[in-house]
């Protein structure tokens, strides 16, 4: 099994930035893709970034194309999400997921095994 957790959230105001972490542990060696998706109250779950377990190629959501970097430390089994240039819109609850096969689509939710308990972002104005 693969598990993930999420940590580093918080409040930062509009224009800041805001690093988040996400552990991986278990049977890494199954998993193909990371991903960061966000979610805020009654809206759908949303695709952030996207990096490959090698570290090699990303991928971003429009939103947030130029201000977020998705990044990988391979010695640390640890992915991170660079947020700067934030707002008010980017708050939302923010999970890491592991995509362990090929099924569905790596921009999307359900394309994703396993899921981090998500840490919240909020970005005042």
């Known amino acids: 099994q693969v598990q993930v957790v999420e940590s580093g959230g918080g409040l930062v105001q509009g224009g800041g930035s805001l690093r988040l972490s996400c552990a991986a542990s278990g049977r890494t060696f199954s998993v193909r893709v990371m991903g960061w998706f966000r979610q805020a109250p009654g809206k759908e779950r949303e695709f952030v970034a996207a990096v490959s377990w090698s570290g090699t190629t990303t991928y971003y959501g429009e939103s947030v194309k130029g201000r977020f970097t998705i990044s990988r430390d391979n010695a640390k089994n640890m992915v991170y999400l660079q947020m700067t240039s934030l707002k008010p819109g980017d708050s939302a609850v923010y999970y890491c997921?592991?995509?362990?096969?090929?099924?569905?689509?790596?921009?999307?939710?359900?394309?994703?095994?396993?899921w981090g308990q998500g840490t919240q972002v909020t970005v005042s104005s």
């Open positions: 997921a592991a995509r362990l096969g090929a099924t569905g689509t790596l921009w999307a939710p359900p394309g994703y095994d396993v």
